[in-house]
């Protein structure tokens, strides 16, 4: 079974940094691009960043370039988000994807002060 | 402003038959395939259809979608009380380079 659970979210202040974490089992990670995507309180959902198998090549949402980073580790089947200078308008359910198709349950990130 | 266009509500009785549109532009569902999410706020958003029209093992033959020209439907046949949840359209959009969501419709089963 395609398991994907996320972690790492939490309460930051504004400017301040996080990193997500999602642990993926059930296939074999390093065949799938992987997502990360959010949705805001009372908002739909958002595709934030992708990244290639191989991390050849990475995609970013225009609000997130050059404040969030993708990465991901074949060998530990994991996916990271780092999230730096974060904003109130980052607040979010933070969801990891396997392309578009699977969906974890998500991860909380509030920016507040 | 979502750059795919969705009605923002939808609603039915059981047993009915509703659809749902998503309008895009050349860049994004006229050069790219169209999937459709159905997502309860709090839970993992769930694929219904990709590429269109394809289902994942696993989803009634009640959901199906159709794409023509810079548009896209959902339909679902058979309302159930459970189909109530948020539906979300989504496309590559090339001039973008990214993924793109249409705003989400809230489906009310009467």
């Known amino acids: 079974e395609v398991q994907l659970v996320e972690s790492g979210g939490g309460l930051v202040q504004p400017g301040g940094s996080l990193r997500l974490s999602c642990a993926a089992s059930?296939?074999?990670?390093?065949?799938?691009?992987m997502t990360w995507a959010r949705q805001a309180p009372g908002k739909g959902l958002e595709w934030v960043a992708n990244?290639?198998?191989?991390?050849?090549?990475?995609y970013y949402v225009d609000s997130v370039k050059g404040r969030f980073t993708i990465s991901r580790d074949n060998a530990k089947n994991s996916l990271f988000l780092q999230m730096d200078s974060l904003r109130a308008e980052d607040t979010a359910v933070y969801y990891c994807?396997?392309?578009?198709?699977?969906w974890g349950r998500g991860t909380t990130v509030t920016v507040s002060s | 402003q979502s750059v795919l266009t969705q009605p923002p509500s939808a609603s039915g009785t059981p047993g009915q038959r509703v659809t749902i549109s998503c309008s895009g532009s050349?860049?994004?569902?006229?050069?790219?395939?169209v999937n459709w999410y159905q997502h309860l706020r709090g839970t993992a958003p769930k694929l219904l259809i990709y590429?269109?029209?394809q289902r994942p093992s696993g989803v009634p033959d009640r959901f199906s979608g159709s794409k023509s020209g810079t548009s896209a439907s959902l339909a679902i046949s058979g309302l159930q009380s459970e189909d109530e949840a948020d539906y979300y359209c989504a496309a590559w959009d090339d001039s973008l380079k990214g993924w793109v969501f249409g705003g989400g419709t809230k489906l009310t089963v009467l």
């Open positions: 590429s269109n029209n």
């Open positions: 994807a396997r392309g578009m198709h699977v």
């Open positions: 050349n860049s994004n569902i006229g050069s790219n395939t």
């Open positions: 990244i290639k198998q191989d991390d050849s090549e990475i």
């Open positions: 059930g296939f074999t990670f390093s065949s799938y691009w």
